[in-house]
């Protein structure tokens, strides 16, 4: 059961890692994201969507890096014998 839970965010993070690579480096850029208009607060729509998946990927990374910690943390308290 915990072995399962525990593999979902490490599957969600490299779904989104394939995904992002698909729309910044493969066709998807060129399907969505190769444009130089409309001009979204002055900077070109091409550099915007190349700051898009920046950000996501970033926080994505942010929150996988959360989660394992928070599960390595758990799984070092309940291998000390402690019941905090």
């Known amino acids: 059961m915990s072995s399962a839970r525990s593999r979902l ?3 969600l993070f490299a779904l989104h890692s394939v995904v992002a690579t698909f729309c910044v480096v493969g066709p998807g850029y060129r399907w969505w994201g190769a444009s130089a208009r409309p001009f979204v607060l002055g900077l070109p729509w091409s550099l915007v969507w190349a700051l898009i998946w920046l950000v996501a990927v970033f926080a994505s990374l942010l929150l ?3 989660f394992t910690r ?3 943390g758990e799984a070092a308290r309940s291998a000390s014998g402690d019941g905090r």
Do not use: A, G
């Open 9 to 11: 965010p490490h599957v």
């Open 70 to 72: 928070s599960v390595e």
């Open 64 to 66: 996988y890096e959360r």
